[in-house]
């Protein structure tokens, strides 16, 4: 993407309703002011919560919100360029449910309350492979008990990914860490019992894993 392209996306969010971009200075020093009241303040509301982290181009949060329109979605990334096409398709469409977040993943405490949100989807996240990049996978120890905090007690994270290392990884921690893992399969697309919304909503990237014959895991889990 060219860098005037870059900058027409990111003025043309400054306009959309529908996206928040709170500064870093803002969310460390813990002043961000729809936290915990986002359904108050921003969808008006009291449906269930429902977040995508690191959302790319939106596709989840946008098709998720077209299955379920009793329950609000928020995409959350640092690349606001991405997310453009998703907070332009829910303005286009009417889709009043929807609300895109630019920031990082770590901060998320700070966007949302203690028991706040309802369910978390990570689709198709970097693995990051190196051991010395553990620290950066969105599901690993310290990333779920940030996911545990804003979580309500009943809480559930979905993880959809190609990487089989994630997937083992995943599993592997869960596991050992004592989790409640309530559906694992290691390609949905050969399991007729996989959820309506694994199968039915699929990523711009995930068609081209499709295309090269990758199969596509998934877990859902609740942390305890």
Sequence with gaps: MGSKNKLRRFRENETFENVIQPSREELEKDEFSLKGKWNKEFFKNDNPIVLELGCGKGEYTVGLSKQDSAKNFIGIDIKGARFWRGAKTAIEEDLVNVAFLRTQIELIDRVFAENEVDEIWITFPDPQIKYKRTKHRLTNTEFLQKYKHILKAEGLVNLKTDSEFMHGYTLGLLHGEGHEILYAHHDIYKNE?????????????????????K??????????
Excluded at 193 to 213: G, H, M, N, W
Excluded at 215 to 224: E, G, L, M, N
């Design 193 to 213: 019992y996989s959820p309506k919304a694994v199968r039915e909503i699929q990523t711009f990237y995930e068609k081209q894993y499709l295309d090269q014959e």
């Design 215 to 224: 199969p596509i895991t998934y877990i859902q889990f609740r942390i305890k």
